[in-house]
């Protein structure tokens, strides 16, 4: 497919298996991202690809420190052989942030610019189909045990539905609209990047949807690569928005539901 764009690909090399399959199309200066597991469990994974292509180039085009796709059709995203897959510039050598203060404070900067994008996304329903169709998937593996994925189902439905009854009090009360997130902003879906404000530069918005910012910091808040409540701290000093408990508190939960997709990714990585 990149061939067919005008790339010259002597030597591909492969980069990253994870969720997607990540390749560098060597020599050219661009890696392909395959929708490889991620196939498995989303009925439409083009269209995630879509909506962070399309996310991407927006918020670029507004100012953000956001890694753009690559130029033109070339970005795609494409379909070749069964597989899905779009194009973006290589980094490298990547480097992920260290600082939760510098990270709190680009995810800040982050939610500034995504407030004003009005593209079609979609809400919590979508985590929680995820996390259905995953733990479905585990037990007819025999990974989950029965009453372990009605767990996981029921609580991911429960959640969604606090989510919007939560939603429908904030409209109510003026509280913050729900707008445009990253959708897992844990360190490594960021770059360290001298030339970004706050030195660190954002990618991989595949999972993105529309939703209260609560969800990204209580993703930035869990993450054990950094000190997740000073990134939260810095983020509210940044913003000036401090968190609705209530709000971050059911957040808590959703994150917790994807929690599915580590049994699922050791599975699939392993060959079974």
């Known amino acids: 497919m990149a061939r067919a764009h005008g790339l010259v690909v002597a030597w591909p090399r492969?980069?990253?298996?994870g969720a997607n399959v990540v390749v560098h199309l060597?020599?050219?200066?661009?890696?392909a991202r395959v929708a490889d597991a991620t196939s498995l469990v989303r009925p439409d994974p083009g269209g995630h690809l879509a909506v962070e292509v399309d996310l991407a180039r927006w918020a670029v085009a507004a100012g953000a420190d956001v890694l753009g796709p690559c130029h033109g059709a070339l970005a795609g995203p494409h379909c070749r052989d069964g597989h899905v897959m779009s194009?973006?510039?290589?980094?490298?050598?990547?480097t992920y942030p260290s600082?939760?203060?510098?990270?709190?404070?680009?995810?800040?900067r982050l939610h500034e610019s995504l407030a004003g994008y009005g593209g079609d996304l979609p809400g919590p329903e979508r985590i929680a189909a995820d996390a259905?169709?995953?733990a479905h998937l585990l037990g007819r593996l025999d990974l989950l045990p029965v009453e372990e994925v009605a767990a996981v189902c029921d609580e991911a439905r429960e959640v969604v539905a606090d989510l919007r009854a939560l939603a429908d009090a904030g409209v109510q009360a003026g509280r913050r609209p729900w707008q445009a997130?990253?959708?897992d902003p844990h360190p490594w879906n960021a770059v360290a990047d001298d030339s970004a404000r706050d030195g660190v530069r954002w990618w991989d918005l595949e999972d993105a949807w529309r939703g209260p910012v609560e969800f990204d910091l209580a993703v930035l808040q869990r993450t054990t690569r950094?000190?997740?409540?000073?990134?939260?701290?810095?983020y509210v000093e940044a913003s000036g928005h401090v968190a609705d408990d209530a709000l971050l508190a059911?957040?808590?939960?959703?994150?917790?539901?994807?929690?599915?997709?580590?049994?699922?990714l050791e599975h699939y990585r392993s060959g079974d």
């Open 132 to 134: 259905h169709r995953i």
């Open 99 to 108: 600082d939760p203060v510098a990270v709190g404070r680009a995810l800040a």
């Open 87 to 94: 194009f973006w510039p290589l980094v490298f050598p990547a």
């Open 26 to 31: 060597a020599p050219a200066p661009v890696v």
């Open 181 to 183: 997130l990253h959708g």
């Open 14 to 17: 492969l980069l990253h298996v």
């Open 250 to 264: 059911a957040c808590h939960r959703l994150r917790a539901v994807q929690r599915v997709w580590a049994p699922f």
């Open 226 to 234: 950094l000190d997740g409540d000073a990134a939260v701290a810095a």
